[in-house]
């Protein structure tokens, strides 16, 4: 039986994007869809990538149909799905040295 906070269980959304930003519209709606992922939830890891802790597939699930009503009509944005035990395996490296992942956000589970 699975625990409730299983690491293969505990999903990470990663969200990608590489949208237009030529015009001062473009730039808005950039500025917008960015917004509006950190309005939910959602945590800068580099530029035009966001990533986001959910507690179950399920809840992945809630936040990758929000992002498809919040796609841009011009752009690129792709939606990745990993397991927390995935992500713990990212290697993040600041010039020669490495740095671990951050860690999982505290969960408050209420019955």
């Given amino acids: 039986m699975f625990s409730r906070l299983s690491a293969y269980r505990i999903m990470w959304l990663m969200v990608l994007f590489d949208l237009p930003t030529e015009t001062k519209k473009q730039r808005k709606v950039y500025a917008q869809f960015r917004k509006k ?10 530029f035009s990538v966001y990533t986001r802790h959910c507690a179950s ?25 990993i397991t927390d035990k995935q ?3 990212i ?4 010039g020669k040295k490495r740095k671990d992942p951050p860690p999982p956000p505290q969960q408050l589970t209420l019955f």
């Fill in 87 to 89: 992500f713990e395996k």
């Fill in 91 to 94: 290697e993040i490296y600041y």
């Fill in 57 to 81: 597939r399920e809840i992945a699930d809630v936040y990758k149909r929000m992002i498809k009503q919040i796609v841009p009509d011009e752009g690129i944005v792709g939606v990745i799905e």
């Fill in 37 to 46: 992922l950190l309005q939910h939830g959602f945590n800068m890891f580099q």
